[in-house]
């Protein structure tokens, strides 16, 4: 450090302590002792004092000082470090500068006025964009996923994970119960993070009261190590994840070499009908990946009874591997809930032969429900899916014997070439192809009042 300056001689510590706090102070001195501080730049017109500040990442702290009689006070301080505001990084810079200060040009450039000079709209402004994050600690927390066995099939265990020592990750004594316990709570762990498990755990948690018991997966209820995220049936586990990701708690796998997993993607199950040898046709069920299929992406695992997403693996990476462990795992949320026929026609590769002859009869009578379920499409192109047309209101007359007339009312459809008449209410054996929206449309706006219809 170049040479103490006199205005840092007048800097009162005691100012800096009662607005950082004692303990964020005593971790700043810390800091300035061990040559953490790499520069500090005083500059008088403002007057501000920045600095360097190895922490965790390299830091740029500011500490923002009025005059009061002659001499520099403490105001406030800024960081780019997560707690954001009067933290320990800005204390640090201070005590390096008091003993021993330095005295350089500025470094703000010309059209950026001194904060005490800035006009009272631009102050307003910045006070609401640079307004700090409310998150203490520095510790960060990760989350590793793995699938494993689980009764009959697999389940996406997770675990909770923080830096090692020596580098990598290491789970030492976390559990998802043991969240409130205070070696976590003084563990000096970012408090966003510890937020953010806490409500994974909790959605986790939740499903297990509505089912009314609880199951360990083998893996001790005491101390709760890994949870299984696959039960989880709630999509606002894809919430979570999304804010995970933006907040920084990483997604990582068993094996280091994997690295972290990427950002969920999203994408739909699609069901392809396509040519089966000269006559005959198949149905078969693939995921899809944003409207491109993914023949190098295999479905292992979906998420929920009610499949809102599916863990996949890379199919290139370790595919002839039997170890589960050394895939590489890709998250997918899907646009629908898979109902489990699909799941299981998925994860199996099953194929449904529809025989010569009655691909006429599929595209009339199945295909317009199963498009409830599933985009449908034809990667062949040896499909051509008929069009079907809106719904009319048709009143229908049965002439009987001794002139009597029977009327009642119907849907008609154009179903590609064939016209279907549907009855008027919904039952649970309707014809796929209805159009509950619609045919309450045209109800609503039927006007049969005095016509004898009513």
């Known amino acids: 450090m170049p040479e103490t300056v006199d205005e840092m001689s007048e800097i009162d510590l005691s100012e800096v302590r009662g607005a950082v706090g004692a303990r964020s102070f005593g971790r700043g001195k ?8 790499l520069s500090v730049d005083w500059d008088p017109s403002g007057p501000t004092l920045t600095g360097k500040v190895v922490g965790t990442a390299l830091y740029a702290a500011a500490a923002y000082f009025v005059d009061a009689d002659g001499r520099p006070a403490f105001e406030a ?7 954001g505001y009067n933290c320990k990084h800005v204390a640090a810079i201070v005590i390096a500068a008091v003993g021993e200060g330095t005295h350089r040009a500025p470094r703000r450039p010309p059209s950026s006025p001194a ?12 006070a609401l964009i640079d307004a700090p994050v409310a998150v203490t600690g520095e510790q960060l927390l ?7 066995p689980v009764g009959r099939g697999l389940g996406l265990m997770a675990r909770l994970m923080r830096p090692g020592a020596r580098g990598g990750w290491v789970n030492g004594s976390l559990s998802w119960a ?14 966003d993070h510890l ?18 018991y609880y199951h360990g997966h083998g893996y001790g209820a005491a101390g709760e190590r890994m949870i299984d995220l696959s039960e989880c049936g ?6 979570l994840l999304d804010e995970a990701a933006r907040i920084g708690l990483r997604l990582i796998h068993v094996q280091p070499e994997l690295g972290e997993l990427a950002p969920f993607e999203r994408g739909e199950l699609v069901v392809d009908v396509g040519r089966d040898g000269k006559r005959s046709s198949s149905v078969t069920a693939a995921l899809r990946l944003d409207h491109e299929a993914q023949a190098g992406l295999e479905p292992l695992l979906f998420l929920g009874a009610n499949g809102h997403g599916v863990v996949c693996a890379d199919g290139g990476d370790g595919a002839d591997r039997p170890d589960l462990e050394q895939r590489r795992l890709r998250l997918v949320r899907l646009a629908r809930p898979a109902p489990p026929q699909l ?5 199996d590769g099953g194929r449904v032969e529809i025989p010569a002859g009655e691909l006429d009869r599929f595209a009339v009578e199945i295909f317009p429900a199963l498009c409830r379920v599933a985009t449908v499409c034809s990667a062949d192109g040896s499909f051509t899916p008929p069009e079907i047309s809106e719904p009319s209101l048709v009143l229908r007359a049965s002439y009987g014997a001794g002139h009597s007339l029977e009327l009642d009312w119907a849907w008609n459809y154009e179903v590609g070439s064939h016209s279907r008449r549907e009855p008027l209410g919904l039952g649970a054996d309707a014809a796929g192809f209805r159009d509950p929206g619609a045919e309450r449309a045209i109800l609503a706006a039927t006007e049969l009042v005095e016509t004898g219809l009513e």
């Not at 990760?142 to 494993?148: C, H, Y």
């Not at 909790?202 to 297990?208: D, S």
């Open 30 to 37: 810390g800091y300035a002792r061990g040559g953490r501080v």
């Open 77 to 83: 301080g800024e960081c780019t470090c997560p707690v």
């Open 115 to 126: 904060k005490a000079d800035r006009p009272a709209w631009e102050r307003s402004l910045r």
């Open 142 to 148: 990760a989350i590793e996923l793995s699938l494993q």
């Open 178 to 191: 043991g969240l409130d316990s205070w070696h976590v709570r003084d563990g000096d762990y970012r408090s």
């Open 195 to 212: 937020a953010l498990v806490g409500e994974l755990y909790a959605l986790h948690r939740a499903r297990e009261q509505r089912a009314g």
């Open 234 to 239: 709630s999509q606002r586990l894809w919430d």
């Open 343 to 347: 799941q299981e026609m998925v994860l």
